[in-house]
């Protein structure tokens, strides 16, 4: 154990994008309840600072605002990962940590694991293991290197526990927790916006999307949107798709930027949709718990379908989620057109999947957490005192 477990310093808590509040959110709630006084201290690095990408969520999801943002911003992957790590060193020196909770698979979660580790304090991931076996995805490179270092290792899945050995990582580091996103959603459903009052807020006549059936769409992969050919092929198949039913599509400002840059406006225009800026996480709730179908590049949205019981088309070549398939809701289809088609179909037909919520995604995972890590810290007290 390290020298710096002896303090009884605060758990530093960090978050950079859009899909680390839902998870980080009900762990500091659980922090902070009597039992487990953990002393939480938030840190944002800033990697989303849109208002639409971050204080909007905050608030839906009542995580209170970060005590400290260390406002990054964005950048290439080297930049980015770069310009976290130079900010986040001194706060380190600063507050002196028992330890460092990183969540998900974002540059920011790889940036402090890498700086913490070195100075020689514990680093806790939560939702180790997932892999996607695609070193092309930036995420999967995060999750690899940062389950590496880590000494404390939450899981989602089982599947993730083959991965971690397979990898080296010592099975007494990896706890199977359960997953805290589901915490968020059984949390906030029953606030969950409906169509009819998203659709309004945006300006969008209800007309766009007829009373029927309708698909929510969201896009941002690298993979998906960062090439022209990549991005028209998939715009392609929505079109087609869109002729099957009407779609609400909350576009992120990547695929944003993507679609003006390469002069796809056209293709769009052309789609039965509904266009809508980066949604709140009660209106994606809404969105989502209504849709006939949900397509996706997302990670965490493939997890959120399964946990609604909504089809899910994951617009990817693999999932570093597996269970979302075996035992969920979920379908991987990529960008092949004609098997878009066919499973939109299908799911029309009343013979999409219904599925089953996987193993401990029953709201409690960050209540395990906390008694876990409580008793970690401790454990980690009493050994460098002995
Ligand atoms: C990041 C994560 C990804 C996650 C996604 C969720 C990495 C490697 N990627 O991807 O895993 O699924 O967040 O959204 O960490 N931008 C804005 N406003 C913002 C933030 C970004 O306009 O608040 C635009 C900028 O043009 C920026 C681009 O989006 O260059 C990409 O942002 P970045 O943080 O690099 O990656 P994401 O695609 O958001």
Redesign the pocket.
Known sequence: MTDRSKRAGPVLCVV????NYMKIAPIMQAFGRDLFPLRPVLVHTG????HL??ERLFRDLELPPPDLNLGVG??T?AV?TAEVMRRFEPVIDDLGPSCVMVV?????TLACSLVATKKHVPVVHVEAGLRSFDRRM??EI?RVLTDQISEVLYTTERSAHENLTREGVAPERVHFVGNVMIDSLQTHLKRAVPLETTLGDAGVPRSVISDGPYGVVTL?R?SNVDTPQALSTVLAALESASRLLPLVWPM???TQ?NVERFGLEKTLSRMRVALLPPQGYLEMLGLMQDAAVVLTD??GIQEETTALGVPCLTLRENTERPITVEQGTNTVVGSDRQLILDSIASILSGKGKKGRLPELWDGRASQRIAEHLAAWLDAARDRIAA
Do not use: L
Request: charged content about 15%; glycine content about 14%.
């Open positions: 950079g994008a859009r899909p990697q989303h600072y849109d990408m971050n964005s950048g992957h980015q998900g698979d974002v540059n920011s930036p995420e995060n941002h690298p992120h400002p990547r930027a997302s990670g």
